[in-house]
């Protein structure tokens, strides 16, 4: 094509045709931009391909992460049910003590003081951070999901954060200080099972009874783990809606 029009060139000039010329050579001008523009678009297109396909590789990774935290949301909201229940049976040993049964405080004790943080899985996300790639996810509800979810889990982490304080201010002290743990933990992980267990101090227990920051301590247990619990609800409502949301954008690009 373009020695056709170097050859039409040559020949108006020799003609003297000046106009036909600047027509022809205004052609070739127009020929090489639009070459250059569809270079461009292809090249284009090519880059949100590849950058989309990414997006949908951390679309798909996040989904995974957001099934585990699912189930482990799930279990702990179980997990504080079961702690919210053995602190009111302990308060009411604490509110009358006559006839209690050692074994069975020592075991909802326990089973309140033992410290089971929750850990989120969010390595994907935290990778979007940090390499600067959350601006990929082009789904704004998507994204500000994520963002929300973080925000929320921080709340989670601070709660937590404050329960474990109470424990460490008003529990732990007065509990290592008065009975013997590694008989009381033999005994609460054999509590519902048949064979020998260690006996417990019923005069220790009773010195536990009489302490009331140490009751206290499982009075403000109770309103954390209720807290929580809360909040882990929300937590599932968010991720099932926002694995909705992840689904809907996958199956859109198939």
């Known amino acids: 094509m373009i020695k056709f029009f170097s050859g039409i060139r040559q020949k108006t000039l020799t003609e003297n045709k000046f106009s036909k010329y600047l027509l022809y050579a205004t052609g070739e001008v127009v020929l090489v931009v639009i070459g250059i523009l569809i270079a461009l678009t292809i090249n284009n297109r090519n880059e949100e391909a590849k950058t989309r396909m990414k997006e949908l590789n951390y679309l798909t990774d996040i989904k995974s992460d957001l099934h585990l935290n699912l189930i482990d949301l799930k279990a702990y909201i179980v997990l504080r049910e079961t702690s919210v229940n053995s602190a009111e049976i302990v308060i009411e040993i604490f509110e009358n003590s006559n006839g ?110 009489s302490n009331q920051l140490f009751k206290n301590g499982f009075v403000l247990s109770m309103f954390n783990n209720e807290t929580l619990i809360q909040d882990y609800k929300n937590m599932v409502s968010m991720t099932e809606r926002l694995l909705i949301s992840i689904d809907s954008e996958l199956v859109a690009n198939k």
Not at 115 to 134: A, C, D, H, M, T
Not at 179 to 198: I, Q, R, V
């Open 100 to 209: 209690f049964d050692p074994e069975e405080f020592n075991f909802h004790n326990l089973n309140v003081q033992i410290w089971r943080p929750f850990n989120k899985n969010n390595n994907v996300y935290q990778e979007l951070i940090n390499s600067g790639n959350l601006e990929i996810v082009s789904n704004d509800s998507i994204k500000n999901a994520l963002i929300n979810m973080e925000l929320n889990y921080k709340k989670i982490e601070f709660t937590e954060s404050h329960m474990r304080h109470d424990f460490e201010n008003y529990m732990y002290p007065i509990y290592f200080g008065i009975t013997d743990l590694k008989s009381d933990l033999t005994n609460y992980f054999a509590y519902e099972t048949e064979g020998t267990k260690p006996e417990l101090s019923k005069e220790k227990i009773e010195l536990l009874l």
